[in-house]
């Protein structure tokens, strides 16, 4: 389940002196310099403003403190303790200086975007601890601050599940407070068209609306949505004010399915009119290069540039596969008439039209990566997601580029292995993106020319949202991850100190839950770790706990007698020891006794050390357990989830316990088949059915290890997509790996392991 319920994160923390800690201040500012001497803000506070960019900044700042805080400041009053000011000195349109005294706070900034960064600055000065309601005593101080990197931004993705607007505020709003300063929006994919264009109203009336895929059986009703023109430019003149700029990206040419759905004629490559996708990963499915699809791309690009004044527009490029244009003889006629060998310079020469298309106007083209490929458009910017080499050689070629390495800059991977994180990837481990990796990553890469450096704009990090289908999901990944990838762009280079972000991101923990924002607690919570087997565990009494946190911040606090940890609770020192049947419930507290997460547990009874979840059950050998998927595509709870393999449905219960186990029970999900694997199709692994729909194989000893059990799996078109099989093990010696194998056809929904529990001799 999504943990942190921000009401009551709020009211468990506790008060904290502001003047003895100093500021904890997300991101870091350029410099901090203390001076002598306190003022206390307290409820009524006045602003004073002068020009109408000074007055949007105090409106601002009295709403976030309001929401911080809980005190109401006079955002438009004559006199009071804080001012906003012009000052033509303080170089840079981001930039501010930050002074308080006793007599009060002045925030100065030569550009609007600097009046609200020292408005935000402000907003967590004023808001230290959880005494909302209460006066804040402010440390005399000058903060001169300016940002790193000009592109610090968040991808939001509505293509794939539809984001609902007031998320879309909500987002806003942090990155407002954070010094963020660009929401980019995935509005076009395989899997829907998101954004009205009144020229070609079937975008919306066919691509914006997709069938989910089928476990069997009937398929669910239409899903999904898509924002007006006017709803758009509200969320664009909202984010200005708070000195974001809003980036559209309409994927092209692959990743068209929507709008080849909406529009077969005016933009397909061979005539037909396939349905909008349901399947997540690559789809064959292009815009063709062709005038007439070239002439609808730059219709839809007006409107584009109508909707939204950013100087950047995001045209995709990545991931698509050219086979629709290898066996069309138009698409091949016209790459000889332009002189053009590959398909990729096909590509090429489709992004270069557009980018010139959009000079022309006065605006920038950006893509992913796959857009080097084939020769880089000079008016291309590059946002570089496979790894960083696209970066390097872009930059070093003179062209401006984004870092967006995936996994550690893509929200879907999960923070933890824990069972209790919502569906994403998993990549076997490699695609886990805790809080510390994101804080380690270095948005400046190595190779990159010295002289060509002024070319890194920044970073972004991405919510791909195949596996985020409610606002609570999307919140849960973006937060507080959001907040390492703030500081590390804004902050100075030198800045790198993750034990003292974490210390200062306990009070931006309560800002978020003040906010309403889910935010996960995942670097915080109590993992448990058992050296061991379990089956040495059941022979010998004993059962070897480790406790620890992702960040190691804070006291972990145990109990084993089922009550929930307290700040009196016994602190852990060293692993413990415990007798099977024992239940341990820990949390980490701070020094003020408030616990930095919802408490966890670890049961070790019997049964619970031989049962093992989907998040328990390991890839079967020359596997690779990738993804943590739900029941169906369009599940809005997190459990069930189940970590599949999607090229072999094969797991194995590790180290299973053949000589205290003599029976097994084994729960199964018929889930969908809806993956897009394109060229990667000749990786999967085929098993041999002997039945009509396939069987559930259970070997013991391995993969090729005796046969306990063959289970025939039901027609899926009549059957519940929730089963239970039941069945005997041989007496064995000591411990050894059950091999769990379906063998359903590769064309039918596949099925997964939700759990597998071992059974005891009566």
């Given at each position: 389940?999504?943990?942190l319920?921000?009401?009551v994160?709020?009211l468990l923390m506790?008060s904290?002196a502001?003047v ?14 203390a001076?002598?001497?306190?003022l206390?803000?307290?409820e009524?506070a006045g602003?004073?403003t002068?020009d109408a960019g000074?007055k ?5 700042l009295?709403?976030?403190?309001k ?7 006079t ?10 000011v012009r000052?033509?000195s303080?170089?840079?349109?981001e930039?501010?200086v930050l002074?308080?005294?006793a007599?009060?706070?002045t ?5 609007d975007?600097g009046?609200v960064h020292?408005?935000?600055t402000?907003?967590q ?8 309601g ?7 101080m000058t ?9 610090r931004?968040l991808m939001?993705?509505?293509?794939r599940h539809f ?6 505020y ?9 010094k963020?300063?660009?929401?980019h929006?995935h509005?076009?994919d ?22 989910p895929?089928?476990a069997?059986?009937?398929p ?8 007006t ?8 003149a909202?984010a200005h ?7 559209p ?14 529009y077969?004629?005016?933009v397909?490559?061979l005539g ?7 399947d997540w990963?690559?789809?064959p499915?292009?815009?063709?290069p062709e005038d007439r699809?070239?002439?609808?791309i730059?219709?839809v690009l007006?409107e584009l540039m109508?909707v939204?004044p ?7 490029g990545?991931?698509?596969?050219k ?14 008439t332009?002189g053009l060998k ?5 590509q090429s020469?489709?992004i ?9 106007h006065g ?11 084939g020769?880089?458009?000079p ?6 997601w496979?790894?960083e080499k696209g970066?390097v050689?872009?930059a070093n070629q ?11 800059m893509?929200?879907d991977?999960l ?5 209790d994180?919502p569906?994403?990837?998993i ?5 886990i993106v805790p809080?510390?990796r994101v ?6 890469p190595a190779?990159v020319?010295p002289d060509?450096?002024?070319h890194?704009?920044?970073a972004q990090?991405n919510a ?13 990944a973006?937060?507080p991850?959001?907040s ?5 762009t804004?902050?100075?280079?030198s800045?790198?100190d993750?034990?003292?972000?974490v210390?200062?991101?306990e009070p931006q923990?309560g800002?978020?839950a ?13 993992d448990?770790?058992?050296a061991?087997?379990r089956g040495?565990a ?8 480790t406790?620890?946190t992702q ?7 145990y109990t ?5 940890p307290?700040a009196r609770s016994?602190a852990y ?12 419930r820990?949390?980490?507290f ?8 919802e408490p ?5 009874s019997?049964?619970?050390l031989l049962?093992?979840?989907?998040s ?5 050998p020359?596997g690779?357990i ?5 029941l169906t595509?369009e ?10 393999n999607?090229?072999?449905?094969c ?13 097994f029970?084994?729960?199964v999900a ?11 199709e ?25 046969i306990?059990g ?5 027609n899926?078109a009549t059957?519940p997509n929730r ?6 093990l ?16 590769m ?16």
């Amino acid at each position: 389940m999504i943990r942190l319920r921000p009401l009551v994160f709020a009211l468990l923390m506790t008060s904290t002196a502001a003047v003895a800690e100093g500021p904890k201040l997300i991101p870091m500012p350029a410099s901090i310099e203390a001076k002598a001497g306190t003022l206390t803000i307290g409820e009524g506070a006045g602003i004073v403003t002068g020009d109408a960019g000074a007055k949007i900044a105090a409106k601002l700042l009295a709403q976030q403190v309001k929401i911080v805080r809980g005190l109401s400041l006079t955002s438009d009053a004559g006199t009071g303790p804080i001012r906003f000011v012009r000052d033509a000195s303080v170089a840079g349109d981001e930039a501010y200086v930050l002074s308080v005294d006793a007599k009060g706070v002045t925030i100065a900034a030569s550009g609007d975007a600097g009046l609200v960064h020292g408005a935000m600055t402000l907003a967590q000065l004023l808001s230290p601890d959880a005494a909302v309601g209460k006066p804040v005593v402010l440390a005399a101080m000058t903060i001169r601050d300016a940002p790193r990197f000009t592109w610090r931004g968040l991808m939001i993705d509505p293509a794939r599940h539809f984001v609902p607007m007031p998320t879309l505020y909500a987002m806003v709003d942090q990155l407002a407070a954070q010094k963020m300063n660009v929401l980019h929006l995935h509005l076009t994919d395989d899997q829907g068209w998101r954004v009205e264009i009144k020229r070609y109203p079937d975008l919306t009336r066919i691509g914006a609306w997709r069938t989910p895929p089928s476990a069997g059986g009937a398929p669910g009703e239409k899903v999904g949505g898509f924002y007006t023109q006017a709803e758009l430019k509200a969320l664009v003149a909202y984010a200005h004010e708070r000195a974001i700029t809003v980036v559209p990206e309409i994927d092209l040419p692959g990743h068209a399915q929507a709008a080849v759905a909406s529009y077969p004629a005016e933009v397909g490559v061979l005539g037909d009119r396939p349905a909008v996708g349901h399947d997540w990963g690559v789809n064959p499915w292009l815009f063709s290069p062709e005038d007439r699809s070239m002439t609808f791309i730059k219709h839809v690009l007006d409107e584009l540039m109508e909707v939204f004044p950013s100087q950047f527009i995001h045209l995709g490029g990545d991931e698509a596969v050219k086979d629709q244009w290898q066996r069309s003889p138009a698409v091949q006629a016209k790459m000889k008439t332009l002189g053009l060998k590959t398909e990729m310079q096909m590509q090429s020469w489709m992004i270069d039209q557009l980018g010139e298309y959009l000079a022309k106007h006065g605006r920038r083209l950006i893509g992913w990566d796959e857009i080097l490929e084939g020769g880089l458009p000079p008016s291309a910017s590059v946002m570089s997601w496979r790894g960083e080499k696209g970066a390097v050689e872009a930059a070093n070629q003179g062209h401006d580029v984004v870092l967006s390495p995936a996994p550690i800059m893509y929200l879907d991977s999960l923070q933890s292995n824990r069972s209790d994180e919502p569906p994403g990837r998993i990549s076997n481990g490699d695609a886990i993106v805790p809080l510390a990796r994101v804080y380690a990553y270095e948005p400046e890469p190595a190779g990159v020319a010295p002289d060509k450096a002024k070319h890194v704009l920044g970073a972004q990090i991405n919510a791909w949202s195949e596996y985020l289908v409610t606002p609570q999901q999307v919140e849960h990944a973006v937060f507080p991850r959001l907040s390492a990838l703030a500081e590390r762009t804004w902050s100075p280079k030198s800045v790198r100190d993750f034990d003292g972000f974490v210390s200062r991101l306990e009070p931006q923990m309560g800002r978020y839950a003040r906010a309403g924002i889910a935010a996960a607690d995942s670097a915080f919570a109590v993992d448990f770790t058992m050296a061991g087997t379990r089956g040495d565990a059941l022979r010998r009494g004993k059962v070897p706990v480790t406790l620890a946190t992702q960040t190691g911040y804070g006291t972990i606090r145990y109990t084993l007698d089922g009550k929930v940890p307290t700040a009196r609770s016994k602190a852990y020192a060293a692993p413990l020891s415990l007798k099977p049947g024992t239940t341990v419930r820990a949390a980490a507290f701070t020094t003020d006794g408030h616990p930095t997460a919802e408490p966890r547990l670890f049961e070790t009874s019997r049964a619970a050390l031989l049962r093992r979840s989907s998040s328990d059950l390991v890839a079967c050998p020359d596997g690779a357990i990738g993804l943590r998927v739900p029941l169906t595509s369009e599940a809005t709870a997190n459990t069930p989830v189940f970590n599949v393999n999607i090229f072999d449905t094969c797991t194995m219960y590790p180290a299973a316990p053949l000589d205290i186990a003599r029976s097994f029970t084994v729960d199964v999900a018929r889930l969908p088949r809806h993956y897009g694997l394109a060229h990667d199709e000749k990786a999967l692994r085929r098993h041999y059915a002997v039945t009509t729909y396939g069987e559930l194989v259970v070997h013991t000893g391995g993969c090729d290890g005796a046969i306990a059990g063959t289970f025939p799996l039901p027609n899926p078109a009549t059957s519940p997509n929730r089963m239970t099989f039941r069945g005997t093990l041989p007496q064995g010696k000591g411990d050894a790996d059950i091999c769990l194998t379906f063998t359903a056809s590769m064309e039918s929904p596949f099925y997964a392991v939700e759990s597998m529990q071992l059974l005891e001799k009566k």
